[in-house]
């Protein structure tokens, strides 16, 4: 019963969030500053967990396709799978923990401290002021943020099975543009800026509605992560079912 | 203290982020990992399916270059080939395309040719290409293959079906078989002596040919004691020269005791039989490794040829139809039928109160057989068996190559007639086309003498032979 009343809090705060949206005005310099924080901020840790990704599925699927001599599946495999699946939905954990669990701890800690009760009285509102352009700006960088992941993931799926494999460089690539279709970039794309509307959703949602403290803050910040990593995972079952 | 505003930074990074989704997005051309070098190559497949840009260009599995470029001519896939500047493909390569595994990455595997060939230049072209083997294709010829095999059969069936045909067939079979059992016989007794009466026959024809020559002017010098002998027939005074003609013929006598002198000398030597002997040993040796070295070979191969014979006299053609099984380079069995315009021959023989009746019947529609065994020593050819349906021998003089065969053949020996001789001539105009003439029957008591010219046609069969080797007789 708690977690559909949840649900419904989140789908209002959803309609709230769209109708402040297309209000002017909107504060760009706001909606900057989040873009950098999730974004700009978050390219380290996407690079990083891209290349990594890349590199393991080359070396883990260049173990299968030798079984049967398909070496050369391997571009195409590490590719499928990064613009597919593993960019964005990477990319939307990695920024849930960086960035959701921020917003979560940020609001809450505004809640708790009252700055949000003070903003409604200096007649700002608070969602306008500090949702619109968090929820904004995820939704925008997350597919940035996919894209570089996605291509760092090819390079690091490239630089093992060419450098350290020795598949055919030139087959690999081939294999790649073969099998993989535009369509597949930007379904993934799509999945990713979904993943960043509910990660910045439910991390303010839970910053907004922290209640009880310090204490109250951490259990907001914990309960941001572990709802938006659910979320995620249990939304791109259903996205893949329905894009592809 | 410089610093970069939030709308640099995120611009910077969309601006990146873009540059790097169109690059995916787009991806045209090379990826420039590495310096582009290398020469041309073009060569014409009939297909590439799977061959792709950038796929392996190897000699014996190691990589010497890449597929640079894949476009249609004629119908045709051309396909460009980068090759590394250290590899110089000689000019008789020859390309194919390979595929690894099962998934098949296809690439372009090129044997290397020899080096008298010379070397292929820059954008020039492999011209000997192997293509890819094409299953359905494999599949239709083989359909065709067994509706001949059908066809074929059908008509054999109607040849041999019927019991007259089967017992003609069952005697024919019987006679073929004791014939090669005799041959074989002989053959295993003799097969040494034969290659040793070869290489004497040899040295005997020499000799001969000296003692021809010899014969020849002692003939010459009969014929003039000849003359003399009729003029002294006619001469009144024949005892007057009665003495001188038997002096002459004294003389004659004499040359022909030194002629025999020469021969006899000649094998009573024991030198001479010595250095026989110790040559023949060796021809033995160097026969044997020929042998060795044939036999390892593949050596199975079968032949089919059609000969046409225009008979002059007859005003009518004779065809044979021959399938010559030669399981090794020199032993080989022929098969064959042949339409004679005179056909068939029978003959009774009734005894009646006493008094025997001799009937020939001569059957035009009959075909006759030819079945026979050969062996080639060098030049020349040894051959039995049947031939047009009655026993017979034949031998054959190979000259220029293979290109001239003379030929001399005595078969259907009977005792109430002559045998039928036949000699002719065959030579090779074309690769497959052979021109012969010849004289048939030439000692008939019969008034079948005829000379003849025709042609005939010869070619090395591959599909019978894979039937004959490989294929299951159907039960």
Known sequence: MENIEE???????????????????????????QMEFVGVKSIYVVVLTGTFTGMVLALQSYYGFRMFSAESLVGSTVALSMTRELGPVLTALMVTARAGSAMAAELGTMRVTEQ??????????????????????????????????????????????????????????????????????YNGLTKAAVFGLILSLVGCYKGFNTTGGAEGVGKA????VVLASITILISDYFLTAIMF | MFSISSEAKVGLFVFVALILLAYMSFRVGEYGFGLKKGYFVNVVFDNVTGLD?????TIAGVEIGKVERISLTDGKASVTLRITPDVKLEKDVRASIKSHGILGDKFV??????????????????????????????????GTIANDVMAVTASLKKVVGGDEGVANLRAIIQNTRELSENLNTVVKQNDEKFSIMVSSLKNAATEMEKTFAALSDITSKINRGEGTVGRLVKDEAVFEKLDRTVASLEEISDKINEGRGTIGRLINDEETVENLNASLKTIDKSMEGINRYISKAEQFRTFLSYRGEYLFDNSDAKSYLNLKIQPKEDK???????????????????????TTTHTEEWDRDQLLFNAEIGKRYKDIVLRGGLLESTGGVGIDYYAFDDKLRLTFEAFDFDTDRDPHLKIYADYRLFKHLYLTAGWDDFVSDEGNESPFVGFSIKFEDEDLKYLLTSTPIPK
């Open chain 1, 116 to 185: 949000i009760d003070a903003l409604s009285v200096m007649a700002t509102n608070p969602v306008k002021h500090l949702i619109v352009p968090r929820v904004i700006a995820s939704v925008i960088m997350l597919p940035i943020l996919t894209i570089v992941s996605d291509f760092m993931g090819i390079i690091g799926g490239y630089f093992v099975g060419v450098m350290v494999l020795h598949i055919n460089k030139g087959i690999f690539v081939k294999n790649i543009t073969r099998y993989v279709d535009l369509g597949d970039l």
């Open chain 1, 221 to 224: 910040t914990t309960e941001a």
């Open chain 2, 332 to 354: 080989f069995y022929i098969l064959g039928i042949v339409a004679d315009p005179r056909g068939s021959r029978t003959t009774y023989d009734r005894t009646t109160n006493g």
């Open chain 1, 7 to 33: 649900m419904g809090k989140i789908l209002l705060l959803f309609i709230s969030i769209i109708s402040w949206m297309v209000r002017p005005p909107l504060k760009l310099r706001l909606i900057f500053k």
């Open chain 2, 109 to 142: 595997e090129i044997e290397p040719g020899t080096k008298e060939s010379g070397y292929i230049e820059v954008d020039g072209q492999i011209k000997r290409v192997e293509q890819q083997a094409d299953i359905d294709k494999l599949l239709r010829e083989l």
């Open chain 2, 53 to 57: 840009k950038d796929a392996s260009v």
